[in-house]
C-alpha cells in the first residue's frame, strides 16, 4: 500500500514513469492499456457500491505490486477507484488532443447513460471548491481531500442515495496534467456527495 501517493507522483520529474526495461510511459493507473468497455466499467462500479468500506481511520492509497500504478484509494466511508485510463497523450496536440478529451468524455458519457437509466438522472458536483480549499490548504472532507490528492478535479456526476445502504457514488474523468493520460475514476461513499460551501 502506499499511503497519501498521488497520481502525479506515479511520474518522475519529467512527469515520465521509468520502467524496468528503460522505456518511458505516461500511464499513472493499473488499468493502462485496457480498452475501454462499458460493460466491464459498470460492473467495476456495481462490485464498488456493495463493496466493504473502511468505517475509520485516513485514507490510503494502494498501487499493483509489480508496478507500483494506482489501484483504489479508501479512506472513512469512501473509496475510489480508476475505470479507465487513455493511452498517453504526451507529444499530441490540437486536433489529436481534442479528440481524445472528446473519445474520454463519450467514454464517461456511456456510463452516465448506462446509471441514469438503472438509478435515475444524475446530478454534477463541481470540484471548484475543493480544488480552491486546496491550494489555501484549507480543510474539507476526506473523500474531498482524496480527491484533490489524487489531482482528480473533473466534475462529478453523481447519484445518491442508491438503493444499496443508501451509498452514492459519482463517476468522472480528469488529468493530471496536460500531458497526462485521461482518466475515468469511479466513486462510492456512505456520506452524501454534495456541493461543499464557498
Same mark, same amino acid.
Given at each position: ?18 520502467v524496468?526495461s ?33 468505517t475509520?481511520g ?6 499493483d505490486?509489480?508496478t507500483g500504478?494506482?489501484?483504489g484509494?479508501?479512506?472513512?466511508g469512501?473509496?475510489?477507484?480508476? !475505470?479507465?485510463? +487513455?493511452?498517453a497523450?504526451?507529444?499530441? /496536440? #490540437?486536433?489529436?488532443w481534442?479528440?481524445?478529451?472528446? *473519445?474520454?468524455a463519450?467514454?464517461?458519457a456511456?456510463v ?8 435515475g438522472?444524475?446530478?454534477?458536483v ?5 480544488l ?9 472532507p476526506a !473523500?474531498?481531500? +482524496?480527491?484533490c490528492?489524487?489531482?482528480? /478535479? #473533473?466534475?462529478?456526476t453523481?447519484?445518491?442515495?442508491? *438503493? ?6 459519482a ?8 500531458d ?8 462510492v461513499s456512505?456520506?452524501?456527495i454534495?456541493e461543499?460551501?464557498?
Amino acid at each position: 500500500m502506499i499511503e497519501g501517493r498521488n497520481l502525479k507522483e506515479a511520474c518522475d520529474a519529467d512527469g515520465v514513469v521509468r520502467v524496468a526495461s528503460g522505456e518511458t510511459s505516461r500511464s499513472v493507473t493499473a488499468r493502462i492499456g485496457e480498452v475501454f468497455d462499458i460493460g466491464r466499467a459498470v460492473s467495476d462500479i456495481e462490485a464498488l457500491r456493495t463493496a466493504a468500506l473502511p468505517t475509520d481511520g485516513v485514507p490510503v492509497s494502494e498501487g499493483d505490486p509489480a508496478t507500483g500504478e494506482w489501484t483504489g484509494t479508501s479512506g472513512p466511508g469512501f473509496r475510489i477507484v480508476p !475505470l479507465w485510463e +487513455s493511452d498517453a497523450l504526451t507529444g499530441v /496536440y #490540437g486536433v489529436e488532443w481534442n479528440q481524445a478529451e472528446e *473519445a474520454a468524455a463519450a467514454n464517461l458519457a456511456l456510463v452516465v447513460r448506462e446509471l441514469d437509466r438503472r438509478w435515475g438522472a444524475h446530478r454534477e458536483v463541481s470540484m471548484h471548491v475543493p480544488l480552491f480549499r486546496n491550494q489555501a490548504g484549507e480543510p474539507m472532507p476526506a !473523500l474531498f481531500q +482524496s480527491l484533490c490528492d489524487l489531482d482528480c /478535479y #473533473g466534475t462529478l456526476t453523481v447519484w445518491g442515495p442508491t *438503493a444499496t445502504e443508501g451509498r452514492w457514488v459519482a463517476v468522472s474523468v480528469n488529468q493530471c496534467d496536460g500531458d497526462a493520460p485521461m482518466i475515468m475514476t469511479a466513486v462510492v461513499s456512505q456520506l452524501p456527495i454534495v456541493e461543499l460551501p464557498d
